[in-house]
């Protein structure tokens, strides 16, 4: 069977995707939407990672040269709002 984690980071990106047509988007809202309502996985998903995995995660993300400066200022407010 499909992990749950897997299926929910694949439309969570989806939706992210500025490729994806906003039908695609609206579909895998849906979907994660109903996956959350299931318990299948957390709402908003960040609950189910590892707290240390996503502080290291973002502060390689701020140390990264071909990361995006929005990419980076995400990851900074990211940080900011976790105190890390």
């Not at 069977?1 to 694949?10: K, Q, T």
């Not at 439309?11 to 992210?16: D, G, L, R, V, Y």
């Not at 299931?38 to 960040?46: F, N, P, R």
């Amino acid at each position: 069977m499909a992990n749950p984690g897997n299926i929910a980071g694949g439309h969570k990106a989806n939706i992210n995707n500025p490729n994806t047509s906003e039908e695609a988007k609206d579909r895998s809202r849906q979907v994660l939407e109903e996956m959350e309502d299931s318990g299948e996985v957390g709402q908003g998903g960040k609950q189910d990672k590892n707290t240390g995995n996503v502080i290291g995660g973002h502060k390689a993300n701020l140390k990264n040269p071909n990361t995006s400066k929005d990419a980076k200022e995400h990851s900074k407010q990211v940080l900011d709002e976790m105190d890390a």
